[in-house]
């Protein structure tokens, strides 16, 4: 078992959490002449990168979103904040 800190809630359970996407991803504009491929593109490949990453992540006991540093190689987690929060 893993714990996640979660901003809002304090450590919990991983299981209590959803990867929700990369941060900082920017969605493809204009939304009115996006392609299905660069639709399904944005939602679906990953970087996955190898090393410490920004993610977006839901906490679906409280329903927040926020961000979470955490290294890929290691599993550690180095922090996570309110969305909006501080860099």
């Not at 299981?15 to 679906?44: C, H, I, M, N």
């Not at 979470?68 to 996570?80: K, L, P």
């Amino acid at each position: 078992m893993q714990l996640f800190p979660c901003p809002f809630c304090g450590p919990r359970d991983e299981t209590e959490f959803q990867f929700a996407t990369e941060a900082g991803k920017a969605l493809p504009e204009p939304a009115g002449d996006v392609s299905a491929d660069r639709w399904a593109a944005y939602l679906y490949l990953k970087d996955n990168p190898k090393g410490v990453t920004r993610e977006v992540w839901l906490h679906s006991t409280c329903g927040e979103f926020f961000l979470m540093e955490r290294d890929t190689v290691t599993h550690a987690v180095i922090g996570s904040r309110a969305m909006g929060g501080e860099a």
